[in-house]
């Protein structure tokens, strides 16, 4: 039985930053607050939770004072910079640049369609961390879309602009794009092709993982994918391997492992999501080690 870790696989800059900022504040042994899971993977959090990093909401956030939070690397909306002025918060601010930026452009652009009434569209998962923050660019009135049906919030009698959540995958942004091409031809009023802007925002350091899944999912008789649930991008990237094939199977930990989805699998694959950590994906290739005697 041959066991590979996919090389393209774990954390992407951002978390990989995030992290190592929490773990470069709290290396004097004091507590960091961290506003939200730091990453979508719950091994991950409990091990920086045994050093230190405590987890908070928003509503916690307004009683805190005189102290240091961590903004991970999905970003923040406007007002959580307000609160952390208010009471006197330093914020330790891992953003991802990559976010940065596109809550620079969703500001830019909502702050351009107040002037012709227009409308900003966010290709992503409602609540999730990074669709906050882009939303509160907007004062929260960007419509948050995720599938056709969505679209019927859209008033296709005033100009549209499109974004995506980073970490949505590239297929579906193209897919949304032209379903809102076809309702502004169906439509027949006034707004044309010409007042629809569709920008693909999705970052090139996720959405290349998606050939690199394709190829890495072929190679091998049986994938585990290796994930947090609370993972967009996990989700994601394992529907790319099930796709390409059938035996992919997502866990969080090799605790979820059946041995029976490894009858007959001479190559077994270990791939993850940009939220999952180099150690799990090892720790799950020893305990398929561990068991091969037993499958053999």
Known sequence: ?????????????????????????????????????IV???MEVNRLYAKGLRTIDREQLQELHDCKVLIRAHGEPPETYQIALENNIELIDASCPVVLKLQNRIKHSYDKTQEVDGQIVIYGKPGHAEVIGLTGQTNDEAIIVTSEEDLDKIDFSRPVVLYSQT?????GFYTIKEQIED???????????????ANDSICRQVSNREPKMVEFSTKHDVILFVSGKKSSNGRALYNVCLENNPRSYFIESEEEIQLDWLNAADKIGICGATSTPRWLMEKVANFLTSQEQVLA
Request: aromatic share 8%; with cysteine.
């Open 183 to 197: 309702r502004i031809k169906k439509a027949k009023g006034t707004l044309t092709l010409e007042d629809f802007n």
């Open 1 to 37: 039985m041959q066991v590979e870790i996919d090389p393209h696989s774990g954390y992407c800059f951002g978390v990989e930053f995030a992290i190592q900022m929490a773990e470069d504040e709290m290396s004097d042994g004091q507590e960091l607050y961290c506003l939200g899971d």
């Open 167 to 171: 970490t949505k995958c590239t297929k």
């Open 40 to 42: 979508h993977n719950a």
